[in-house]
């Protein structure tokens, strides 16, 4: 039964609601959907881990100002839609995995983070 959740919940990282995005540009989901994310992360990391949050509130800032540079302002509302969905939904499985320990869904996580550091850190 927490396979089942967990692979719901990531569902709900990887298909974003037809309002969220409909019409964005490709970058522009990225960046919101990695800021969503990151925001999430920073959020858990100040509930569990403490030092490594400070980094991922400077790497969330930084994915943050790349969304404003490419979000013309007729796209901000879908834009923010979309960054608080993706916030949501990994907020919810970072929460199971903490809360259940399932390496599922911690994988899952750090699959769902890694595009979103990695473009930050070169």
């Given at each position: 039964m927490c396979d089942l959740r967990t692979?719901?919940?990531?569902?709900?990282?990887?298909?974003?609601t037809a309002a969220a995005g409909q019409g964005l540009?490709?970058?522009l989901r990225h960046?919101?959907?990695c800021t969503g994310r990151l925001s999430a992360l920073t959020e858990h990391q100040w509930r569990t881990d403490g030092p490594a949050s400070e980094a991922t509130a400077r790497q969330r800032d930084a994915?943050?100002?790349l969304l404003a540079a490419v979000t013309?302002?007729?796209?901000a509302i879908q834009a923010m839609a979309l960054r608080i969905e993706a916030?949501?939904?990994?907020?919810?499985?970072?929460?199971?995995?903490?809360?259940?320990?399932d390496?599922?869904?911690q994988s899952q996580a750090?699959?769902?983070i890694g595009p979103c550091t990695g473009m930050l850190l070169g």
């Open positions: 692979y719901a919940l990531a569902l709900t990282l990887l298909v974003p540009t490709e970058p960046f919101a959907t994915m943050a100002d013309p302002p007729e796209d916030k949501a939904a990994l907020a919810a499985l970072l929460a199971h995995a903490h809360r259940t320990q390496r599922s869904a750090l699959r769902l």
